[in-house]
């Protein structure tokens, strides 16, 4: 829909395993390294991740301050240390204090972890100051923003504890009852220890019953049936289930009703306040502005380079991450079914209209031949086209409705709030730039 929208497909940051802390504590009093610890069958201690905040790192390393992964733990402030303990004194530093770290270089860096680190003589010292955990966490370490869990009834397609089944069959076969106990050791201290303002129930469910995805699939999958029948309608309700949006029958129903005059352009319009209503109330409690759309967009293109959230602007993004758990995303729901009535429409619903001038106001913005141009008051333009080839620049436009030709659709700036295209026939293009949008790609594509 727009830059606001892209926030509703947010990523989740990131943070290390000090971030698991006693409740009691606010965010904002407890200390924060970015740094996570590991404790080895050796006896060592070394570090596992490093990642944003005062150390400035990039996940496996910290290139800034020469730390990385797997390099020995000596001290802390003095003192030996294993993980849980690390974790704890980070906790209860006051934010703004300075931690000294000591510790050895290994010999040999990188992702791989040994049972036993070989490391340089040489003991480094860094002096770190501490930062509020608040300022660097972004939903990980939240609790989730609703109760909705997925329980999965026995018997199970695949069970690796039952030799009468194919998949426990196949366990005791190749030996490998050890190594599941160990995956399963893992996802269990992930579903005890990790908590996420955005834990989605069916991601959870995979992680909590990892042997159950069979049975997980068609929760997912099965509603794609109905695409080719019910588009917009089932697409609307993939949404609220995958997103765990509030199901209809456990809060007050919205009005997504819009009244149909006989007068078409009267109908798109009343359609498209309602739909912006709904837009409104979902970004409510957020500073919508352009300086915040760049910000969201600076954001959205960290996975083109890397999925850890590092770099310069590392704490804006986290605040982007944060700002996420504002948005209320029941009512985006609803502006999109407000809007799917628009697809019921078809070019014969336009072929009695006849072409007028273009608007003075839009002759920078439209190319070729239109039925109409209205501006809804609170909303923006709505442009109704021609079966002619047209250009739109979607900048200066709130929707467009085309019967058919081959359009162009551009934006010659950041487009602030939501825009709506009905293209209902032609073989047209859309094009961007990477400046002006989280995408991948500057070419134009087709549809």
């Known amino acids: 829909m727009s830059v606001w929208l892209m926030v509703f497909m947010m ?68 003192q030996a240390m294993q993980k849980e303990q690390f974790r704890d004194y980070v906790r209860d530093a006051e934010p703004g204090s300075t931690i000294v770290i000591q510790y050895q270089r290994a010999t040999t860096r990188g992702g791989w972890i040994p049972d036993e680190v070989q490391t340089e003589d040489e003991i480094q010292q860094l002096e770190v100051v501490v930062a509020s ?12 923003g609703h109760a909705v869990t997925i329980d999965f009834t026995s018997p199970h397609l695949l069970d690796p504890d039952e030799a009468d089944n194919i998949f426990g069959n196949a366990v005791q076969q190749h030996e490998l009852k050890e190594h599941l106990s160990t995956l399963r050791g893992v996802f269990q201290r992930w579903q005890e220890e990790e908590k996420d303002f955005h834990s989605l129930s069916r991601v959870r469910a995979a992680f909590d019953n990892p042997f159950c995805l069979p049975e997980l699939q068609p929760l997912i999958t099965d509603p794609m049936r109905e695409v080719p029948h019910h588009p917009m309608k089932t697409a609307i309700t993939l949404v609220k289930q995958n997103l765990d949006l509030t199901p209809s029958d456990d809060k007050e129903e919205a009005d997504v009703t819009v009244p149909q005059p006989d007068n078409l352009v009267e109908r798109i319009r009343l359609t498209l306040q309602q739909a912006q209503e709904h837009v409104n109330k979902a970004f409510a409690d957020l500073p919508v502005n352009e300086s915040l759309a760049r910000q969201c967009l600076a954001f959205l293109r960290v996975p083109h380079e890397t999925f850890y959230i590092n770099g310069d602007r590392a704490h804006d993004h986290i605040e982007v991450i944060r700002l996420s758990m504002k948005v209320e995303y029941e009512s985006l729901v609803d502006a999109l079914q407000t809007l799917g009535s628009l697809t019921e429409m078809d070019a014969g619903d336009l072929t009695d209209l006849e072409t007028n001038p273009l608007p003075e106001e839009l002759e920078e913005y439209v190319e070729g031949e239109i039925f109409s141009a209205h501006y809804i008051e609170n909303v923006g333009w709505l442009v109704v086209g021609s079966d002619q080839p047209n250009s739109y620049d979607m900048a200066q436009l709130h929707c467009v409705i085309d019967p058919g030709g081959n359009d162009v659709y551009r934006a010659s700036e950041l487009l602030l709030g939501n825009r709506v295209i009905l293209d209902l026939a032609g073989n047209d293009q859309y094009t961007g730039s990477f400046s002006l949008s989280g995408g991948a790609s500057e070419e134009e594509s087709e549809e």
């Open 133 to 144: 955990r608040e300022e660097w966490t972004g939903t990980i370490g939240r609790d989730r």
């Open 11 to 78: 990523f989740v940051a990131q943070v290390p395993e000090e971030s698991h802390q006693p409740e009691q504590v606010p965010l904002s009093q407890q200390g924060y390294l970015g740094l996570s610890l590991r404790d080895l069958p050796s006896g060592q201690t070394i570090i596992s991740w490093i990642l944003s905040g005062p150390l400035q790192g990039v996940g496996i390393a910290a290139p800034k301050v020469d730390m990385a992964r797997p390099d020995v733990l000596v001290s802390i402030d003095g």
